[in-house]
């Protein structure tokens, strides 16, 4: 198979760099790397030597295949050095102005056919691209990091880019093991964009005081499937990376509130507080561990109540089976009696407000999300209001406990912890489908492969039921009166009709 440029220069040699030029020397292109520190371009050819090396001692590539990769290898001294290269992709400091400059130098040196990329991560491609005597020919090409791990990578046009620059950039890719999935250049393009609700939303629930980090974490994982909570996602990433990336795209939206970024990350990034690399984050690291409080104990209840629960509970059927299933007793009458729990499960709105709604009394109500399959999560999430007494969170906590499975008690919150995070989640990623930044499919690829989210987000929202996400973010609307949850024209009306989230009109 003939590789589509067979002559690849790789400008900026840290971790980026490294990474695509690996997998560009893989491809078998010819990769020249250069860097303005010449001791920088040496130690990233021994360090791709090194990673290869490895991967034979591991039995995962032959002599013969390390001996070719290498070969593929070269450092060039000057920009000049480049002027041979079918492509140049940049992967240097995020500075629109040095870059702009780069590329304006390699204009004049590299061929008329020469394809030109940036692997930015947040400036604008047209921006980089404006004062390029041939703007046709420049595109965004953002891998991430680590690169030869990420199997994807952002194809993204500028208002000027030809289609056939980011075709075959795209088939460039695929070539390289990884799956491209094509962007307008809009800020944060689909990835960075598509992350915006889940640290953002679950920094919001911190900041009312519904609950803490580590239970906020254990909920989104066990409950909603995630593989790291957000604040341990925060942790790992580092705030210094995270935060302004969050007031990057806040800003460049001009201050949509969907995007909002929170005074908690500003405050710690301040004070120096980042995450594992910094030894403090939102935990305390120790030997690289974090340290974290055991979740309270399941508490005892000599006698448990009986239970009513709401007619107009979600999931009503599941949740009187699963109350049965625990051995619950539970009341019929169209009220609850004087000595009931009283259990309620809204989509969107808060439990002290069903309690008023519902004329239910207060000191004995207690919220349970039931917006996912019970049955698929590993955590049940229980929730209070400002005048529930001591003994029902108790009963209620050990009753849904039963069986073994966790539970988490937050105080109340519209929305609790799971709907909220994933509506937040569902509804932007419906908006980016609405903008024309991506087909849906590609928002899925890029969403699962990027963020490592355990299924795309308009899978989410299916799973869902596209009409509860509505609801969820109506109720939160009126709970809030927050702009920042109303809903995505694309998700109103899918979800107003039962469609899938998936559906692209003809």
């Given at each position: 198979?003939?590789?589509?440029?067979?002559?690849?220069?790789?400008?900026?040699?840290?971790?980026?760099?490294?990474?695509?030029?690996?997998?560009?020397?893989?491809?078998?292109?010819?990769?020249?790397?250069?860097?303005?520190?010449?001791?920088?371009?040496?130690?990233?050819?021994?360090?791709?030597?090194?990673?290869?090396?490895?991967?034979?001692?591991?039995?995962?590539?032959?002599?013969?295949?390390?001996?070719?990769?290498?070969?593929?290898?070269?450092?060039?001294?000057?920009?000049?050095?480049?002027?041979?290269?079918?492509?140049?992709?940049?992967?240097?400091?995020?500075?629109?102005?040095?870059?702009?400059?780069?590329?304006?130098?390699?204009?004049?040196?590299?061929?008329?056919?020469?394809?030109?990329?940036?692997?930015?991560?947040?400036?604008?491609?047209?921006?980089?691209?404006?004062?390029?005597?041939?703007?046709?020919?420049?595109?965004?090409?953002?891998?991430?990091?680590?690169?030869?791990?990420?199997?994807?990578?952002?194809?993204?046009?500028?208002?000027?880019?030809?289609?056939?620059?980011?075709?075959?950039?795209?088939?460039?890719?695929?070539?390289?093991?990884?799956?491209?999935?094509?962007?307008?250049?809009?800020?944060?393009?689909?990835?960075?964009?598509?992350?915006?609700?889940?640290?953002?939303?679950?920094?919001?629930?911190?900041?009312?005081?519904?609950?803490?980090?580590?239970?906020?974490?254990?909920?989104?994982?066990?409950?909603?499937?995630?593989?790291?909570?957000?604040?341990?996602?925060?942790?790992?990433?580092?705030?210094?990376?995270?935060?302004?990336?969050?007031?990057?795209?806040?800003?460049?939206?001009?201050?949509?509130?969907?995007?909002?970024?929170?005074?908690?990350?500003?405050?710690?990034?301040?004070?120096?507080?980042?995450?594992?690399?910094?030894?403090?984050?939102?935990?305390?690291?120790?030997?690289?561990?974090?340290?974290?409080?055991?979740?309270?104990?399941?508490?005892?209840?000599?006698?448990?109540?009986?239970?009513?629960?709401?007619?107009?509970?979600?999931?009503?059927?599941?949740?009187?089976?699963?109350?049965?299933?625990?051995?619950?007793?539970?009341?019929?009458?169209?009220?609850?009696?004087?000595?009931?729990?009283t259990i309620v499960a809204p989509l969107g709105f808060d439990v002290t407000t069903?309690?008023?709604?519902?004329?239910?009394?207060?000191?004995?109500?207690?919220?349970?999300?039931?917006?996912?399959?019970?049955?698929?999560?590993?955590?049940?999430?229980?929730?209070?209001?400002?005048?529930?007494?001591?003994?029902?969170?108790?009963?209620?906590?050990?009753?849904?406990?039963?069986?073994?499975?966790?539970?988490?008690?937050?105080?109340?919150?519209?929305?609790?912890?799971?709907?909220?995070?994933?509506?937040?989640?569902?509804?932007?990623?419906?908006?980016?489908?609405?903008?024309?930044?991506?087909?849906?499919?590609?928002?899925?690829?890029?969403?699962?492969?990027?963020?490592?989210?355990?299924?795309?987000?308009?899978?989410?929202?299916?799973?869902?039921?596209?009409?509860?996400?509505?609801?969820?973010?109506?109720?939160?609307?009126?709970?809030?009166?927050?702009?920042?949850?109303?809903?995505?024209?694309?998700?109103?009306?899918?979800?107003?009709?039962?469609?899938?989230?998936?559906?692209?009109?003809?």
């Amino acid at each position: 198979m003939n590789v589509i440029f067979n002559t690849v220069g790789v400008v900026g040699t840290g971790a980026m760099g490294r990474g695509i030029a690996q997998i560009a020397a893989q491809a078998g292109s010819t990769v020249l790397l250069h860097d303005t520190q010449a001791q920088a371009m040496a130690a990233a050819q021994d360090a791709l030597y090194q990673q290869w090396d490895k991967l034979a001692e591991k039995g995962r590539l032959s002599p013969e295949q390390v001996s070719s990769y290498k070969a593929n290898v070269k450092t060039a001294a000057s920009l000049s050095d480049l002027s041979g290269c079918d492509l140049v992709v940049e992967a240097i400091v995020e500075k629109l102005e040095v870059k702009a400059k780069l590329f304006a130098d390699l204009e004049a040196l590299v061929a008329p056919t020469a394809v030109l990329a940036t692997n930015t991560s947040s400036l604008s491609v047209t921006a980089i691209a404006a004062k390029l005597k041939q703007p046709g020919r420049f595109a965004g090409y953002h891998f991430f990091n680590p690169v030869p791990l990420m199997k994807v990578v952002e194809v993204i046009a500028g208002l000027k880019t030809d289609a056939a620059v980011c075709e075959q950039l795209s088939a460039y890719a695929l070539q390289m093991g990884h799956k491209p999935v094509t962007a307008q250049d809009t800020p944060g393009f689909i990835v960075n964009h598509a992350g915006r609700g889940y640290g953002t939303e679950a920094l919001r629930i911190v900041n009312e005081g519904v609950s803490d980090f580590a239970t906020i974490d254990r909920i989104l994982r066990d409950q909603a499937g995630f593989k790291l909570g957000p604040f341990e996602l925060m942790d790992l990433t580092a705030l210094d990376v995270s935060h302004p990336v969050m007031e990057s795209i806040y800003h460049q939206y001009f201050e949509e509130a969907r995007y909002r970024p929170s005074v908690i990350t500003a405050q710690r990034l301040a004070g120096g507080v980042l995450g594992r690399k910094t030894g403090e984050g939102f935990y305390k690291y120790t030997d690289g561990k974090a340290q974290i409080a055991p979740e309270p104990a399941v508490p005892v209840v000599d006698e448990m109540p009986p239970v009513w629960v709401s007619s107009r509970a979600a999931r009503r059927a599941e949740l009187l089976q699963l109350l049965k299933d625990l051995g619950a007793k539970i009341e019929t009458g169209q009220s609850p009696s004087a000595q009931a729990l009283t259990i309620v499960a809204p989509l969107g709105f808060d439990v002290t407000t069903v309690a008023v709604v519902e004329r239910l009394d207060p000191a004995r109500t207690v919220g349970i999300d039931m917006l996912l399959d019970d049955a698929m999560t590993k955590r049940r999430v229980l929730a209070t209001n400002p005048a529930t007494r001591p003994d029902m969170v108790a009963a209620a906590h050990a009753l849904f406990a039963r069986d073994g499975k966790a539970v988490s008690v937050i105080r109340d919150s519209g929305g609790f912890v799971t709907q909220r995070v994933l509506a937040t989640i569902i509804n932007i990623a419906s908006d980016i489908c609405q903008q024309g930044v991506c087909s849906p499919q590609d928002l899925e690829t890029a969403v699962t492969l990027g963020l490592g989210y355990p299924q795309g987000p308009l899978a989410m929202g299916n799973m869902a039921g596209p009409t509860n996400v509505l609801e969820v973010l109506f109720n939160m609307q009126t709970v809030y009166g927050d702009q920042r949850y109303r809903p995505s024209p694309w998700l109103r009306r899918r979800g107003a009709i039962g469609l899938s989230l998936m559906h692209v009109e003809a």
